[in-house]
């Protein structure tokens, strides 16, 4: 069912990227950052280009801190409560992305329909899907900073949150 789409990307990638990045200036416009650099007044690329400098992990931080104890609608515009720790080469020993449901079904989750459509598109007699997958996640931590708020490595947010459809085919549970 999602090959069409597939396809479609391939077939217009700059327009696909145009309307993935209209897509997340419209729905962060009225987030703190998104009124800082006026993302209402953001119509195309160029516009996006001149109105907001290219950042770090460094210059996002302050956000990051304040939505891990709590505050919201600074970086995206529905709530946050998971974040992915991770290692890097910034000046800190881990980074923390915060990881919405937005990005879990839009990102993470349809990007794995879309290998598995592609994987069986090439191969339509595979029997891939028809047993369990060993899946090894790692390990996620309240945050003691803000309780309703949890991080750990990417896999285990991942696995904390995976929709229905993914608990069917691993093991263990």
């Given at each position: 069912m999602r090959l069409w789409r597939i396809d479609g990307w391939k077939q217009h990638p700059v327009d696909a990227q145009r309307e993935v990045l209209q897509d997340l200036v419209t729905s962060a416009q009225y987030t703190e950052f998104g009124r800082r650099y006026r993302f209402s007044e953001l119509f195309n690329i160029k516009s996006f280009k001149?109105?907001?400098?290219?950042?770090?992990?460094?210059?996002?931080?302050?956000?990051?801190?304040?939505?891990?104890?709590?505050?919201?609608?600074?970086?995206?515009?529905?709530?946050?409560?998971?974040?992915?720790?991770?290692?890097?080469?910034?000046?800190?020993?881990?980074?923390?992305?915060?990881?919405?449901?937005?990005?879990?079904?839009?990102?993470?989750?349809?990007?794995?329909?879309?290998?598995?459509?592609?994987?069986?598109?090439?191969?339509?007699?595979?029997?891939?899907?028809?047993g369990k997958g060993l899946v090894i996640g790692g390990s996620h931590s309240i945050n003691p900073m803000n309780a309703d708020a949890q991080y750990g490595d990417l896999s285990a947010v991942l696995l904390q949150n995976s929709p229905f459809w993914g608990h069917w085919l691993r093991t263990p549970t």
């Open positions: 001149q109105a907001v400098p290219i950042h770090e992990y460094d210059d996002l931080k302050p956000y990051i801190e304040r939505m891990m104890k709590g505050e919201q609608n600074l970086l995206w515009n529905t709530p946050v409560y998971w974040f992915a720790k991770s290692s890097g080469t910034t000046s800190d020993k881990s980074k923390f992305i915060p990881v919405s449901d937005e990005s879990l079904e839009d990102g993470h989750f349809k990007g794995a329909k879309d290998v598995l459509t592609m994987y069986y598109n090439f191969n339509p007699d595979s029997i891939l899907l028809t």
